[in-house]
């Protein structure tokens, strides 16, 4: 069974802080990879792609490690609107739409 | 404005009694889903269309069914409730080509009694 595997947190830190959220994906074909944002009782919002080569959007780095099947997400000065569920997501395959999702990581922005 | 539109937003019912959710969607995609969240479970897909008049099997099927007759709607039925259907149900739309980035309603808070 194709599976997303995420820590399940919550991970509380403190405003400014830097934190890293890290997800598994058992299916080698996955092609596509995404990080999706979903507060409490909404919809999953779409963070970033991630993309092989790395990428970064303003305090936000997403890495991605084919071989180990192993995406990252990295949030630099961390602010109390981050606090979120972040949810890794990755396709079944190249040219697939079918998206299978981690269960998320609760991260909770304290002052 | 761009956006994926579902209804109701909340709805509580009884075992047994049909029901629709509606799923509608303004930016011509292609492709849309239908999921439901449930805490320890994550989001898990129901069942899902490549255009009009294409649909398939998600994950989860079991008790629902859909349409799609027209591009910008997919709605959601359940014939016959059951409690272990009381769930967070989310519609989805992407359009073929993209990444596979996928665009979210608001959700359907659904309670079966």
């Known amino acids: 069974r194709k599976e997303v595997e995420q820590d399940p947190g919550p991970f509380n830190v403190p405003e400014g802080a830097t934190v890293a959220f890290n997800c598994t994906y058992s299916n080698s074909a996955s092609q596509s990879f995404f990080w999706y944002r979903q507060d409490c009782r909404k919809e999953p919002k779409l963070l970033m792609s991630v993309y092989s080569s790395g990428n970064e959007d303003g305090r936000f780095t997403a890495q991605l490690n084919r071989a180990s099947q192993y995406i990252s997400l990295l949030i630099r000065d961390s602010k109390l609107s981050d606090s979120a569920t972040y949810l890794c997501?990755?396709?079944?395959?190249?040219?697939?739409?079918?998206?299978?999702f981690g269960k998320g990581t609760k991260l909770s922005v304290i002052p | 404005e761009a956006q994926v539109t579902q209804n109701p937003r909340y709805l509580i019912t009884v075992t047994g009694k049909k029901l629709t959710v509606t799923c509608s969607q303004n930016?011509?995609?292609?492709?849309m889903s239908w999921y439901r969240q449930d805490p320890g479970l994550g989001l898990r897909q129901i069942y899902y269309?490549?255009?009009?008049?294409?649909?398939d099997k998600g994950d989860v099927p079991e008790g629902y069914k859909v349409s799609r007759k027209e591009k910008r709607n997919f709605p959601l039925i359940l014939e016959s409730p059951s409690p272990n259907q009381t769930s967070l149900y989310f519609c989805?739309?992407?359009?073929?080509?993209?990444?596979?980035?996928?665009?979210f309603g608001p959700g359907t808070r659904l309670t079966v009694l």
């Open positions: 269309s490549m255009n009009v008049e294409v649909t």
């Open positions: 989805a739309s992407s359009p073929l080509g993209g990444k596979g980035e996928q665009f």
């Open positions: 997501v990755v396709t079944e395959r190249a040219g697939s739409y079918q998206l299978t």
């Open positions: 930016m011509n995609h292609e492709y």
